[in-house]
């Protein structure tokens, strides 16, 4: 099983549209959560954590269910800015086999055309 | 833009060639990684260094040799390369290991084995 799944898509989407996705993980002694953007052929940038409590910013919330280990990202009235793929990032408990380490999904593909 | 620095941005390299890439961050942190990124998986860690000691190193094939002088500088040396070793290397850092600690990547270096 992989450490982090997500489904790669692609989502293909209109603007305005809602768009989701999920993402889990294996290990749970993984203690913190990312969102990555990476955009074709550029190096990934952190889009957001992923607090226990949920969070949003802007058009984007990110949840957080440990008890089911997976994580979401709801990006809302989508741009064609977003067009990106997003990877879901979880980092090991310091102590754990995977301390500091940062796992990485394959990432999920979003298109949004106008 | 960015505060990790990768040289080259591209590289073709032969078969029995060494060479060198190389990443300097400039945001202070004090831990360094190598990701391998191939099309269509997801970004495989490679290397961590956290204090310029190596903390992690992933079953990496010993045609690739991590190098860290210090906390701003992280090297990777090359040698007799095969071509499936083609890929985007991915450079980041982030301050230490520790939880919630998210980590910023240079812009890659393109290889290309022949």
């Known amino acids: 099983r992989k450490e982090v799944e997500q489904d790669p898509g692609p989502f293909n989407v209109p603007e305005g549209a809602t768009v989701a996705f999920n993402c889990t993980y294996s290990?749970?002694?993984?203690?913190?959560f990312f969102w990555y953007r990476q955009d074709c052929r550029k190096e990934p940038k952190l889009l957001m954590s992923?607090?226990?409590s949920g969070n949003e910013d802007g058009r984007f919330t990110a949840q957080l269910n440990r008890a089911s280990q997976y994580i979401s990202l709801l990006i809302r009235d989508s741009k064609l800015s977003d067009s990106a793929t997003y990877l879901c990032?979880?980092?090991?408990?310091?102590?754990?086999?995977?301390?500091?380490?940062?796992?990485f999904g394959q990432g999920t593909t979003l298109q949004v055309k106008p | 833009e960015t505060g990790v620095t990768q040289t080259p941005r591209h590289l073709v390299m032969g078969m029995t060639n060494k060479k060198s890439l190389k990443c300097e961050q400039h945001?202070?942190?004090?831990?360094m990684y190598w990701y391998k990124q191939s099309a269509k998986k997801p970004l495989e860690l490679m290397f961590v260094?956290?204090?310029?000691?190596?903390?992690e190193n992933n079953s990496v094939p010993s045609r690739f040799s991590p190098e860290c002088p210090n906390s701003s500088h992280l090297f990777l040396h090359l040698h007799t390369l095969q071509p499936e070793d083609s890929a985007l290397y991915l450079c980041?850092?982030?301050?230490?290991?520790?939880?919630?600690?998210?980590?910023?990547f240079g812009q890659g270096t393109r290889l290309t084995v022949v």
């Open positions: 980041a850092s982030s301050q230490g290991l520790a939880q919630n600690t998210e980590a910023f």
């Open positions: 290990n749970s002694a993984s203690q913190s």
């Open positions: 992923v607090y226990s």
């Open positions: 990032v979880v980092k090991g408990q310091v102590g754990s086999s995977n301390a500091g380490k940062l796992i």
């Open positions: 945001l202070g942190h004090n831990a």
């Open positions: 260094y956290s204090l310029e000691e190596r903390v």
